[in-house]
T-cell receptor
C-alpha cells in the first residue's frame, strides 16, 4: 500500500532558528496536504499543494511540492514558540480512484525560548 | 467559524464492551471521515462516508467497526467487542467535497479500553 515517510521525527530548535520537515511518498500523489497538531489538540489544516513544483507561502511558512509529485517540504523561517507542535503531511494517491489521505508519522517541533 | 464537534471527549470502557463515538460534522459538508491516532503515533484513516454509505475504508476498519448517520446531523462510529489495542484517540473529520479539499477535524474522543 501507499506509504508516506516523514523526517525528521523530532526537531529541537532555538527560537529564531529555521526548521524544515520533509515528506516522501512511495507513490505519485494527486495532492498533498499539511496539518499542524498542537500538543493535546487535533490536526488543523494548513495548506494543500496540487501542482508539480508548486511553492506556497504563509507568512513564515513555505511549502513545496516536488516536480515528480512524490515529495514535499515545509520550511519555517525564524521559529517562534507558537510554532510548537507536530507537523503532518498527508497525501492522496494519484489516479487510483481513491480519495483516502495517508498521513506521515509527523515531525514534532520543539522551540526553545 | 463552524467546527466539527465530538462527544464524549473521553470514553473508558471494559474490554469486550461496545462503544459508540459521536460526531457532528460541519453542516454544509458532505463527506465525513473517521481517523484513529494511537498515542504518539500518526493519524490513520479508518473510513470515509458519503451519501449515506461508506465510500472507502482501510484495512483497520474490519467487521468490528461500523458507521452510521442516524439523522441529519450526527455521524457515529461503533466499535463492537472492544479490544485493548483499540485504545486511541478517534478523530472525526468532514469536508465539503472529496479530492482537493481540506478536512476539518474535531477535537477527538480519547478511548481507553481496560
Amino acid at each position: 500500500g501507499q506509504q508516506v515517510m516523514q523526517i525528521p521525527q523530532y526537531q529541537h530548535v532555538q527560537e529564531g532558528e529555521d526548521f524544515t520537515t520533509y515528506c516522501n511518498s512511495s507513490t505519485t500523489l494527486s495532492n498533498i496536504q499539511w496539518y499542524k497538531q498542537r500538543p493535546g489538540g487535533h490536526p488543523v489544516f494548513l495548506i494543500q499543494l496540487v501542482k508539480s513544483g508548486e511553492v506556497k507561502k504563509q507568512k513564515r511558512l513555505t511549502f513545496q511540492f516536488g516536480e515528480a509529485k512524490k515529495n514535499s517540504s515545509l520550511h519555517i523561517t525564524a521559529t517562534q514558540t507558537t510554532d510548537v507542535g507536530t507537523y503532518f503531511c498527508a497525501g492522496r494517491r494519484s489516479g487510483a480512484g481513491s480519495y483516502q489521505l495517508t498521513f506521515g508519522k509527523g515531525t514534532k517541533l520543539s522551540v526553545i525560548p | 467559524e463552524p467546527e466539527v464537534t465530538q462527544t464524549p471527549s473521553h470514553q473508558v470502557t471494559q474490554m469486550g464492551q461496545e462503544v459508540i463515538l459521536r460526531c457532528v460534522p460541519i453542516s454544509n459538508h458532505l463527506y465525513f471521515y473517521w481517523y484513529r491516532q494511537i498515542l504518539g503515533q500518526k493519524v490513520e484513516f479508518l473510513v470515509s462516508f458519503y451519501n449515506n454509505e461508506i465510500s472507502e475504508k482501510s484495512e483497520i476498519f474490519d467487521d468490528q467497526f461500523s458507521v452510521e448517520r442516524p439523522d441529519g446531523s450526527n455521524f457515529t462510529l461503533k466499535i463492537r467487542s472492544t479490544k485493548l489495542e483499540d485504545s486511541a484517540m478517534y478523530f472525526c473529520a468532514s469536508s465539503e467535497a472529496q479530492g482537493a479539499q481540506p478536512q476539518h477535524f474535531g477535537d477527538g474522543t480519547r478511548l481507553s479500553i481496560l
